[in-house]
């Protein structure tokens, strides 16, 4: 998981995919700057900026793995160093926001079949790479630097962006049938948002006994 040419071929993956969801989100992001104000745009891509924050992470990862091959100490014995780092801040974002956004999306698409809307193959290839944002974000966290407070920030930053989403109305399209349901999607998102917050701040724990 750690080896250099498996992080940079999962890097790549990831920033195309980053790529491809902000390409994914350009006609609401033109839409919102256009209609709701310059401001909240970047509350809108929701996934691809996930996906942003875990690769940010990667970049640490591989730059660790290059001081390893060179026999430079990478990892601090637990408890040790400043409590809040950049580098912790987007770890915290990156296991929230995958965590969250990955399972966020495949239970819609589910959610807006199970009243009927039809899954198209695109859809399918979402419900993979998000499962697979979910399932790479738990993965590598025991490895992560980050710490309780790096997560408070990552949490409040992703209830923030909960809140301006459906009271400013910039949350990502639904499925047809599911603008009915707008008040039960609120909650199911903001519960995802805790779930997430939960998985980083276990993630602290694992990732200081790693370091142990």
Known sequence: MLSPWFLQALLWVNV?????GYEWYRGQLVRTWNEYGEWLVVFVPDSPTASLFFSITILYLIRDASRARRGVETLKPA?????????GVWEG?????????????????FW????GDTIVWQEWMLVASHSAMAIEALLYMRFY????????IGAAWTLTNDYIDYAFGVFPYLPAPLYDNVGEVQLFTVSLSVLGIACAFLGVRLAAKYRV
């Open 145 to 152: 630097r980050f710490t309780a407070l790096a997560v408070a």
């Open 93 to 109: 974002l990156a296991v929230i926001t995958q965590v969250k956004y990955g399972i966020w999306a495949v239970s819609i698409i």
């Open 16 to 20: 195309l995919g980053t790529l491809y």
């Open 79 to 87: 408890g040790s160093g400043s409590p809040l780092s950049w580098r």
């Open 112 to 115: 807006g079949a199970s009243q």
